[in-house]
């Protein structure tokens, strides 16, 4: 610590870590010295002088503290770089003025910590820019300058990532203006900038996070910003995190091609859109806390062509109408919640479905995916009330992971792949694209449930969606008039065949039917190589017109013939 006189010498000062370099002069010249990281001058003697010489160095931190100061010392544009901490404790009854005539650009690396007193950037007839790439606190005193509508005075929140503002106390005032650079987010919590007569820009990419009840306005002293002039950019983030109810405010764009976030992993907030609607372009974030779900209490949300919906956070989400409306939703939805995200009622996603992490439970809804699904380390989750619709033009598959569902319905050329295994309790409709199977999984079907061809061309079985084992009880045939579902394999059903549109082509294989053939309008095509097997069961068997190779039936109460039966081979009765 220098407390005494320094004599010129040859020798070069340097203070270093932790090194403490008090000026206790009242004016003068500050030392020549190399300042390594974490050393501190401090200026603590100045009384009645008017100026001070020798802030032209490459300071660490940089104190002022003069309570006994009676006068405006000014330092003549010439403080520049602070690669520390600006903390100003005391001016006393007089003022700390940053420049007035030579223009300066000072730049903080560190945080800015201003405890009390006046500091004055200057102005009068000179441009002041101060670069603050750390955070900023505000206890008590004056930030102010000349009041000059020629010159510049401008505060740049500058990081490539989070800075705070905490301001509990003191006052800006006159033509100060703020900036936040893109890539910054500058963290207001509930503090308030107000009293400056200047501009606030939020620039494209910028995020502004407030947790103040009444948001971002427009204009007029309320809201987090209070500045005279603002521009608050649709490109930039807006990020409420208020913990309960919260208004939007009248400052938030419409529409919205940066972000809005609403909560925070401390902060469950409810958010009131002040200016009724709002159309998202880019990006809707919920975040929940361990308490409880964020939510937009009030508004009408919209999305562009391309936009998102992410849902994240530290407690289990449920899905709500104001966030996703029925009509004009989100292309793409991402979950990224590790406790989950539930479906609240049946939607469809004509994007992407990114499954970052956590599951997604359907619940008794309806999903419908016409676009892509991607997988992190989460899942969708259904039970025997779930419907997951598959859709859409794309040629490429859809995976499906392990999944219990009431329906599965395929109409996407690409089809689907299964990388697990699927329960199917109801009904599975292939309507376009096929089933492909990863690493032996596959599809089983519970008792009472069908498995349903209904395209528009012609089809044909595939074991993926028509197992030997675990196959599904029952077989539908509901296509247009003239047109075939082929049978590729022999196949036993538990239950019933099912025909009510098209035509049934059983080719060279044999069927086996616990139940019986029911027609309501399709029709059943054999030929010399084909069999049906009635096997033992409670009611007659009903068979439509066609041409068997055998026809076998093992049942007490027989088959009702429908129609002529040709058998060009053997007729079995048991």
Same mark, same amino acid.
């Given at each position: 610590?220098?407390?005494?006189?320094?004599?010129?010498?040859?020798?070069?000062?340097?203070?270093?870590?932790?090194?403490?370099?008090?000026?206790?002069?009242?004016?003068?010249?500050?030392?020549?010295?190399?300042?390594?990281?974490?050393?501190?001058?401090?200026?603590?003697?100045?009384?009645?002088?008017?100026?001070?010489?020798?802030?032209?160095?490459?300071?660490?931190?940089?104190?002022?503290?003069?309570?006994?100061? *009676?006068?405006?010392?000014?330092?003549?544009?010439?403080?520049?770089?602070?690669?520390?901490?600006?903390?100003?404790?005391?001016?006393?009854?007089?003022?700390?003025?940053?420049?007035?005539?030579?223009?300066?650009?000072?730049?903080?690396?560190?945080?800015?910590?201003?405890?009390?007193?006046?500091?004055?950037?200057?102005?009068?007839?000179?441009?002041?820019?101060?670069?603050?790439?750390?955070?900023?606190?505000?206890?008590?005193?004056?930030?102010?300058?000349?009041?000059?509508?020629?010159?510049?005075?401008?505060?740049?929140?500058?990081?490539?990532?989070?800075?705070?503002?905490?301001? *509990?106390?003191?006052?800006?005032?006159?033509?100060?203006?703020?900036?936040?650079?893109?890539?910054? #987010?500058?963290?207001?919590?509930?503090?308030?900038?107000?009293?400056?007569?200047?501009?606030?820009?939020?620039?494209?990419?910028? #995020?502004?996070?407030?947790?103040?009840?009444?948001?971002?306005?427009?204009?007029?002293? *309320?809201?987090?910003?209070?500045?005279?002039?603002?521009?608050?950019?649709?490109?930039?983030?807006?990020?409420?995190?208020?913990?309960?109810?919260?208004?939007?405010?009248?400052?938030?764009?419409?529409?919205?091609?940066?972000?809005?976030?609403?909560?925070?992993?401390?902060?469950?907030?409810?958010?009131?859109?002040?200016?009724?609607?709002?159309?998202?372009?880019?990006?809707?974030?919920?975040?929940?806390?361990?308490?409880?779900?964020?939510?937009?209490?009030?508004? *009408?949300?919209?999305?562009?062509?391309?936009?998102?919906?992410?849902?994240?956070?530290?407690?289990?989400?449920?899905?709500?109408?104001?966030?996703?409306?029925?009509?004009?939703?989100?292309?793409?939805?991402?979950?990224?919640?590790?406790?989950?995200?539930?479906?609240?009622?049946?939607?469809?996603?004509?994007?992407?479905?990114?499954?970052?992490?956590?599951?997604?439970?359907?619940?008794?809804?309806?999903?419908?995916?016409?676009?892509?699904?991607?997988?992190?380390?989460?899942?969708?989750?259904?039970?025997?009330?779930?419907?997951?619709?598959?859709?859409?033009?794309?040629?490429?598959?859809?995976?499906?992971?392990?999944?219990?569902?009431?329906?599965?319905?395929?109409?996407?050329?690409?089809?689907?792949?299964?990388?697990?295994?699927?329960?199917?309790?109801?009904?599975?409709?292939?309507?376009?694209?096929?089933?492909?199977?990863?690493?032996?999984?596959?599809?089983?079907?519970?008792?009472?449930?069908?498995?349903?061809?209904?395209?528009?061309?012609?089809?044909?079985?595939?074991?993926?969606?028509?197992?030997?084992?675990?196959?599904?009880?029952?077989?539908?045939?509901?296509?247009?008039?003239?047109?075939?579902?082929?049978?590729?394999?022999?196949?036993?059903?538990?239950?019933?065949?099912?025909?009510?549109?098209?035509?049934?082509?059983?080719?060279?294989?044999?069927?086996?039917?616990?139940?019986?053939?029911?027609?309501?309008?399709?029709?059943?095509?054999?030929?010399?190589?084909?069999?049906?097997?009635?096997?033992?069961?409670?009611?007659?068997?009903?068979?439509?017109?066609?041409?068997?190779?055998?026809?076998?039936?093992?049942?007490?109460?027989?088959?009702?013939?429908?129609?002529?039966?040709?058998?060009?081979?053997?007729?079995?009765?048991?």
């Amino acid at each position: 610590i220098v407390r005494g006189t320094i004599v010129n010498s040859a020798e070069e000062l340097v203070i270093q870590n932790g090194g403490l370099y008090q000026y206790n002069r009242d004016g003068g010249t500050i030392d020549d010295a190399t300042w390594n990281d974490g050393s501190t001058c401090e200026i603590n003697g100045i009384g009645s002088s008017s100026s001070l010489s020798g802030a032209n160095q490459s300071f660490y931190h940089f104190k002022w503290n003069c309570p006994s100061q *009676t006068s405006e010392t000014n330092l003549a544009g010439d403080l520049e770089t602070i690669r520390g901490n600006l903390i100003l404790v005391s001016t006393g009854s007089g003022n700390l003025k940053m420049g007035q005539t030579a223009d300066y650009i000072l730049t903080i690396t560190g945080n800015w910590i201003h405890q009390n007193g006046i500091l004055n950037l200057g102005g009068g007839s000179s441009n002041a820019y101060i670069n603050l790439y750390g955070n900023f606190t505000m206890e008590a005193g004056k930030i102010t300058e000349y009041n000059s509508a020629s010159y510049i005075s401008k505060i740049t929140f500058t990081k490539s990532g989070t800075q705070t503002l905490n301001k *509990t106390g003191g006052i800006f005032e006159n033509n100060i203006d703020f900036e936040v650079l893109s890539g910054c #987010t500058l963290d207001m919590g509930e503090s308030v900038i107000d009293g400056s007569l200047g501009m606030f820009s939020l620039n494209g990419g910028a #995020t502004l996070k407030t947790a103040h009840s009444g948001g971002i306005a427009a204009s007029g002293a *309320t809201g987090c910003i209070r500045t005279t002039n603002r521009y608050l950019s649709s490109a930039a983030h807006y990020h409420y995190c208020r913990n309960g109810a919260q208004a939007s405010g009248s400052g938030l764009p419409s529409p919205l091609t940066g972000k809005l976030m609403i909560g925070s992993s401390i902060a469950a907030s409810s958010l009131t859109l002040t200016n009724g609607s709002v159309t998202i372009s880019n990006l809707l974030l919920l975040c929940s806390s361990s308490a409880g779900n964020s939510a937009i209490a009030s508004g *009408t949300v919209t999305y562009g062509a391309m936009a998102s919906l992410e849902y994240q956070g530290m407690s289990a989400q449920t899905t709500a109408l104001k966030e996703w409306p029925s009509s004009s939703g989100p292309f793409n939805v991402i979950l990224n919640n590790p406790f989950g995200v539930s479906l609240n009622f049946s939607r469809t996603i004509t994007g992407n479905l990114n499954l970052i992490q956590g599951n997604f439970g359907l619940g008794s809804n309806t999903l419908q995916l016409n676009g892509t699904l991607t997988y992190g380390t989460g899942t969708l989750e259904g039970t025997c009330l779930s419907t997951l619709g598959i859709g859409g033009t794309s040629g490429v598959a859809i995976d499906i992971s392990n999944l219990t569902l009431g329906n599965l319905n395929l109409n996407r050329p690409g089809g689907i792949r299964l990388t697990g295994n699927v329960f199917i309790c109801t009904t599975m409709v292939m309507t376009a694209g096929s089933v492909t199977q990863l690493s032996g999984n596959a599809i089983s079907y519970q008792s009472g449930s069908r498995l349903i061809y209904n395209g528009t061309g012609a089809q044909s079985t595939a074991a993926e969606e028509f197992p030997l084992l675990s196959g599904p009880p029952s077989l539908e045939v509901d296509k247009p008039t003239g047109t075939t579902l082929n049978l590729q394999f022999s196949r036993t059903l538990a239950e019933s065949l099912i025909l009510k549109g098209g035509i049934f082509s059983i080719g060279p294989n044999s069927l086996t039917l616990s139940g019986t053939i029911l027609n309501s309008g399709g029709s059943l095509l054999g030929g010399s190589a084909s069999g049906i097997q009635f096997a033992p069961g409670a009611s007659a068997g009903a068979l439509p017109a066609v041409q068997l190779g055998n026809l076998t039936i093992h049942r007490n109460s027989g088959v009702i013939m429908n129609g002529d039966c040709l058998i060009c081979g053997t007729l079995t009765l048991h």
